[in-house]
């Protein structure tokens, strides 16, 4: 598996029909199981990629994913959390929203979630 096992009682993902909802994902390697930067742009790489490999088990990609949701430790990133987010998706881009929260899990400065349309028109 190329992408982290949840860290809880919860589904990596989940499909109804033709929808697919990831989990939020965090900065872990998953051959490690660790965050191994503190930079919030390789962080946001890392949770992108991790996506990416979500998003290949099922036959798709980042084409498919029609909104976002990202989770910021402190606002000031959003410039750079924005930089790498733009390398990932081609237009017309995903729908999507950006808050700062006081914490992500195993202190992580970002944590992305995705709903993915499988037949996308």
Do not use: H
Not at 29 to 45: F, H, R
């Amino acid at each position: 598996m190329n992408y982290p096992k949840a860290i809880g009682p919860y589904s990596v993902y989940r499909q109804c029909g033709d929808i697919i909802f990831i989990s939020g994902q965090i900065p872990v390697n998953p051959n490690s199981g660790n965050i191994e930067t503190a930079d919030v742009k390789e962080q946001t790489k890392q949770c992108l990629k991790n996506i990416g490999a979500i998003l290949k088990k099922l036959s798709l990609n980042y084409k498919n994913v029609v909104k976002t949701m990202i989770f910021i430790d402190d606002m000031s990133n959003f410039a750079s959390v924005n930089e790498v987010y733009a390398t990932f998706f081609n237009e017309p881009f995903p729908a999507r929203s950006c808050v700062a929260v006081k914490e992500i899990p195993k202190g992580a400065k970002v944590e992305i979630e995705v709903i993915v349309i499988k037949n996308i028109l």
